[in-house]
């Protein structure tokens, strides 16, 4: 059984790349208007909304990681992002998650923890 996937960014496109604060992926601006997020639009409500884009990532990230079979990576493990599509995420990325994502993943029991390492298990 075969997970979808996330577009892989050309290098043309790599200074224009943005990180979604909540899962890591990688993506242009206009994928994540054309398509949102791939792994947590639910929440992030990206999809067609450039503001939402804006607050919800950034391009503000360290490393690249292409995460082609997330479930037996661990890699994917470490970084949490073992049950996401594959493509391309980042090691570290810089910023929060915006406050009413962050009450809407406590009113559903889930810690937001920032993907920036500064919150280690």
Known sequence: MSQP???????????????CLLCSIIQTPVDFRRN??????ELMQMKGSPDRIQACTTTYFDGIIA????EQSWVSRWQRTSKYVRGMYAVRVKGRIPED????????G?????????DQD
């Open 36 to 41: 949102g997020c791939p792994n947590c639009e």
């Open 67 to 70: 995460n082609i079979d997330p």
């Open 5 to 19: 996937s996330a577009s892989i960014p050309t290098a043309a496109r790599t200074r224009q790349l943005r990180a």
């Open 101 to 108: 994502v962050e009450a809407e993943l406590d009113s559903r």
């Open 110 to 118: 889930i810690k937001y923890r920032p993907r920036d390492q500064t």
